[in-house]
Structure formats: structure tokens, C-alpha cells
């Protein structure tokens, strides 16, 4: 006859839920890690400015650059698309919070790939640093760096949020402000290297 295992009582049952709960909390990265990230990619963006004005490429390494800057931008902002667009399925009902979640986690390193290629390739573009649109285009650069590593703080916030999907609307409004701001940024970097690309 089989063995009937005991059902687990409704106080073992709080307790359960109340540790799948709190063990998110645990996880989060340190904010101070997230802020010495901010503060070692802004530092990375100046120092790419000043290496700029002092790099000389010639035509063939130029046209390398601009080849992998545009790749760049193009695994970036996809990334960024893909991202946001299942949140919008999310939001409209049509996908699980978890799909989005885990979206977002695939895709993390194609867009930091991005930001980084950007960066780099950047520097032998001779940017024209004392363009006011050139300008714009570094802080749009730095506010999507930015807002990233914010994002990744509220992706760990709604993993709690992963199975029941009852999000707070506090929550949700971070989130979308966030997904605003990145899709203004890229946007805004992209159609700022177009023009400067025309002239």
C-alpha cells in the first residue's frame, strides 16, 4: 500500500511562500556595485572622448570603424526592441512576465556588446566633440549606460513577481519609465550619428 505523505499544514505553507518571498531579496546586486558601474562607465566614456581627439586613422581603418559602429548599433537597439516589445505582449496580456524575464536575461549581452562596440569603434570616427549634437549624443550614450544597470536592478524586483505576476503599479511605472528612456537614447544616439554621418 502506498505511503501517503502528509499534507503540509497552512502555518508550513506561509512559511514556505514567505521564503520564496524573501530569497529574491538576497539576491539583488548591491547598489553600490550598480553605482561604481555607473560611475566606471562614465569614466570610460570621458576617457574615450580624450582618446578621440588624439587617434589618427586612415580611410580603411575608418571604414572598419564605421562598419562596427553601425553593427553595433544594430545588435543594440534590436536587443533593446526584442526586449521591450515582449514587455509590451506582456503588459497587453499576451506573454507571461516570465517570458519577458527571461528575454531580457538572454539578451543582456548583446546589448552591453553593443554599448561597448559603440564605444570603441567611436573612437576612430573623429568625432567632432565640440558639436552640440555630438554632445547630446555622448549624454544619450551615458543615460542609456545608465539607465541599464537600472534596469537590471528592476528585472531582479519583478523576478519576484515571476509566477503570480501581480506586479505593483509603483513597479510598473519604474519600468516603463526605464524602457522610455531607453528607447529615447537609442533612438536619439542613432538618428544623432545619422546627421552627423550627412554633413
Request: net charge positive.
Amino acid at each position: 500500500m502506498p505511503r501517503t505523505l502528509p499534507r503540509p499544514s497552512r502555518a508550513t505553507a506561509v512559511t514556505a511562500d514567505a521564503t520564496v518571498r524573501e530569497e529574491p531579496l538576497r539576491e539583488l546586486t548591491p547598489g553600490w556595485h550598480l553605482t561604481l558601474a555607473g560611475v566606471l562607465a562614465a569614466g570610460v566614456l570621458a576617457a574615450s572622448c580624450w582618446t578621440a581627439g588624439h587617434v589618427h586613422a586612415d580611410v580603411t581603418l575608418q571604414t572598419t570603424a564605421r562598419f562596427l559602429h553601425v553593427a553595433s548599433m544594430v545588435a543594440g537597439l534590436g536587443s533593446v526592441l526584442a526586449v521591450d516589445w515582449f514587455a509590451v505582449l506582456w503588459l497587453t496580456g499576451r506573454r507571461p512576465l516570465a517570458g519577458v524575464l527571461d528575454t531580457a536575461c538572454a539578451l543582456q549581452t548583446p546589448i552591453w556588446a553593443g554599448l561597448g562596440g559603440l564605444t570603441v569603434s567611436g573612437l576612430f570616427l573623429r568625432p567632432d566633440l565640440h558639436s552640440p549634437l555630438t554632445l547630446v549624443k555622448l549624454g544619450l550614450v551615458l543615460a542609456v549606460t545608465v539607465n541599464g544597470l537600472y534596469a537590471h536592478r528592476l528585472g531582479q524586483l519583478l523576478g519576484r513577481y515571476r509566477e503570480d505576476g501581480g506586479v505593483p503599479r509603483r513597479l510598473l511605472v519604474r519600468s516603463g519609465a526605464a524602457a522610455t528612456v531607453s528607447q529615447v537614447g537609442w533612438w536619439g544616439a542613432t538618428v544623432i550619428g545619422f546627421l552627423n554621418s550627412q554633413s
